[in-house]
């Protein structure tokens, strides 16, 4: 088994070749090179037997038959963020294609018909709306999305929009499972090589500004200053403090712009970000809430006035609680520790989980390290996630 873990993870660093950006993985959603990563990818699936294509959103797709009653689908992403890693959703597709090696004589006779989908998009990058490659899948993809530059996207790449209501799941899929590197730290702290995903965290993102009135920084007495970026400075100390005091919350400020932005002159405006998020969709909205009182009352306060608009309300999704079960029995079953966990960050697996039950699996991520060149697997990880695969496979 360890020869198939390093041949994923040489497929994995191949591919990571495939870039818009010579000396840096970037690649986003049906650029040129996605036709390089759907050759090789598709030339593997071929050569076990698999059938492929290419659905009107880009999506690569891979069927290997079974048992007609029931499709289990392995899916997550091809594309990358700016100057990516290695592994970042390719590797829960490679996966896929490797789960079919591994029982390549014994699929065709037993256990579930499994298709492997490499969506074409889900961080966002080229036209800042994510998800685009599994919206299609579930189908729901609308209007809203489906604008003139992705439309010509689309036929840029050689698809057909008119198509794209056939890229919906088949009827006979029965259950998901999306593998993916946890892209933080907390399984390298705990010495686990996987972690069972019970839920993906809800998200809150929201612009402030904060008005005050810029003067001159060395004759204007700090008593008689509007200060906004001291305002938003104060601010988000109390969101800094209000996180750590709430269990599995997380918030950050992590976009920041003062203004006139000049040495001798005190901030007049100031406009920062806010992104919060926790698996109770509950928690999060009274957090969320409770920093922006924080933020009025600061501004009362120092003479500030403050504006304010929510981005994003992304709801929590709670994974399919049989296919959990299921999971953390087949990584006992191996031998390993069935550690339980949240996503802090969203995944294709929740846009699939309101059509389809759905699973999902991470893999440690050494020095918690991800969305950077410097992003890698343990060969181990992989083996374990491949036979923990398999496991799963013969009891869904």
Known sequence: MSDLANKAIRFCRDLALCTEEPGRTTR???????????RVLGGWMRELGMEVSVDAAGNLRGVRAGNPAGRLVIASHLDTVPDAGAFDGILGVVLGVALVEANAEALAGWGPTIEVIGFSEEEGVRFGIPFIGSRSVAGTLDDSILTPPVLDAIRAFGSDPAGLPAAR???ETVACIEFHIEQGPVLESLGFPLGVVDSIAGQ???NLTFRGRANH?????????????AAASEWIGFVEQRACDE???VATVGSIAAEPNATNVIPGLT????????????TRHASAAEMLAAAQRICDRRGISLEWETRLDQPAVALDAHLRE???RSVQACGYPAHRMTSGAGHDAMILAPHVPTAMLFLRSPGGISHHPDESVVAGDIEAAIQVGLEFIRNV
């Open 217 to 229: 920084a060395g004759t204007t007495p700090m008593p008689l200053r509007r200060d906004a970026l």
């Open 271 to 282: 406009r920062v970000s806010l992104d919060v998020r926790h698996k109770c969709d509950t």
């Open 28 to 38: 986003t959603f049906l650029s040129p090179p996605m036709h390089e990563v759907h």
């Open 204 to 206: 809150s993102r929201l």
């Open 169 to 171: 799941l088949s009827p």
């Open 326 to 328: 299921l999971l953390s």
């Open 247 to 249: 269990p599995g919350l």
